[in-house]
């Protein structure tokens, strides 16, 4: 007796822990047709936050119509395993969202629907990636992407080269046609248009539904970089783990700072998720120390090195970045001495770091600490509290990095201010010769020695 004709497998795009709504397939790890293993890596996909492999759920001939830059829905659609490769593509696309908590592809296995229509696309090979209207002019005027083979992403402007004069024309867009084509009025100059990066849309995205929901303010408080000196000494120069720490802490006291606001009530969060806002040519990413309240400073340290190593690999988990109640943003690395922090959706405050900068005549440099803040859960005074409280936590590691401080002398004598005080003598400021600041007593000043 023949054993039964195994039914395809359908196979739907999982959601990968992001706010997507969509994926963008980086390319294809095999070509179409092929026999694939269970388990096995047969797709690659771009989400705002990460990358992730797609693996074969079954043993089958590989069968898909995608291309490598598509934009495919979560819970859409992608390929199908079927044991003799000749299957026929559903009509209908998978549900708008796979079932709640799955992290791995969909399986389906209902008889298939009756084939969709093919569309006709040149060729594209494993790991090319074309913008939508390269890839329309490509099927329009019959170029091979081919041609752009080891490139990185192809733009309109870069397939406009190949064609003639004419044709070109017709693919440049006139300042009219932009101005009706993007509906807005601008000042009449010529201008290129760029697709903003999926990681930058949400960004965007994240930072207006955080603006759009908060009524913003900010304090800003200057600190001595001594303490954050010392602090960071003690923490292996690491002076992020220091500021997740100490702020960590101080945000159970201040809760109006680990919170949010919505439905005319404000909602405290129960632990402290403390995010830390990175760009180092990897892109913006806000990898989150979780429960940070609870660590040692020894265990920051370690976790945000960590961390960093995965950013700078482009290896951060998706989970590393979700779940953060309060976020730390530090330009000081850019020179930037002060700027303004935008709060991000679900949080009520973002600390924001400056660079060192000294005062005329101090030898001691400053930095700024500005804490932008929803004053529809808090309010400025609370602000100021909550970076005063921060500027002498890190002035006691300055207290503990340099011991015990020397007890003032008389610079003409050298009786100290405990000896002085045996005469009821006591210590003045004045001005030498040189210029210097001194303290001289006041037996000196009456001239006993």
């Known amino acids: 007796m023949a054993s039964p004709v195994k039914e395809p497998v359908l196979v739907y795009l999982p959601k990968e822990t992001t706010n997507d709504l969509t994926a963008k397939l980086l390319g294809w790890e095999l070509p179409s047709g092929s026999k694939v293993q269970s388990g096995q890596s047969i797709a690659e996909f771009e989400t705002s936050k990460t990358n992730f492999h797609l693996y074969a759920p079954a043993e089958g001939i590989l069968q898909y119509r995608h291309q490598a830059g598509d934009e ?20 209908v696309a998978a549900p708008s ?99 903003i990066s999926r990681a930058k849309r949400l960004e965007i995205e ?16 200057a600190c001595s970089t001594r303490g954050i000196r010392a602090a960071a000494e003690q923490a292996g120069g690491n002076v992020s783990a220091v500021l997740i720490f100490e702020s960590a802490r101080l945000l159970k006291k201040y809760p109006g700072f680990n919170a949010f606001y919505a439905q005319d009530a ?21 990898p989150v120390v979780r429960k940070a309240e609870k660590k040692e400073l020894q265990q920051v340290e370690s976790e945000w090195r960590e961390l960093m190593v995965q950013y700078l690999a482009n290896e951060l988990p998706v989970e590393s970045l979700a779940g953060g109640t309060f976020t730390i943003t530090d330009l000081a690395q850019a020179g930037a001495t002060f700027f303004s922090p935008l709060i991000g959706q679900n949080q009520s405050a973002i600390l924001g770091v400056g660079a060192e900068f000294f005062t005329a005549g101090q030898d001691v440099g400053c930095f700024h600490l500005t804490l932008a803040f929803d004053h529809q859960v808090s309010n400025g005074r609370e602000a100021a509290q909550f970076l005063a409280d921060l500027s002498l936590r890190l002035a006691g590691y300055e207290k503990n990095w340099l011991g015990p401080a020397e007890e003032p002398y008389c610079a003409h004598c050298e009786r100290t201010v405990s000896l002085l005080r045996e005469f009821n003598a006591y210590l003045v400021e004045e001005i030498r010769a040189d210029g210097a600041n001194g303290r001289v007593c006041s037996l000196c000043i009456k001239g006993y020695q």
């Open 266 to 286: 404000a909602h405290f969060y129960e632990e402290v998720n403390v995010g830390f806002a990175l760009d180092a040519g990897s892109g913006l990413k806000v």
């Open 97 to 195: 969202a796979p079932p709640a908590g799955v992290s791995s592809p969909v399986v389906v296995s209902a008889p298939p629907a009756p084939a969709a229509v093919a569309v006709s696309t040149p060729p594209v090979a494993t790991g090319q990636r074309f913008s939508v209207r390269a890839r329309e002019m490509l099927i329009t005027h019959g170029i091979d992407p081919g041609v752009f083979a080891k490139r990185g992403l192809v733009r309109v402007r870069d397939v406009l080269p190949l064609l003639s004069p004419e044709t070109a024309g017709a693919g440049a867009p006139s300042l009219a046609n932009q101005k009706s084509e993007l509906g807005i009025e601008h000042i009449g100059v010529a201008f290129r248009t760029e697709t």
């Open 206 to 221: 994240f930072l207006r539904a955080g603006a759009g929901k908060s009524l913003a303010s900010s304090v800003t408080l």
């Open 72 to 91: 495919i829905p979560v819970g859409g659609f992608i390929c199908i395993i079927s044991q003799d490769g000749a299957a026929k593509f559903p009509q």
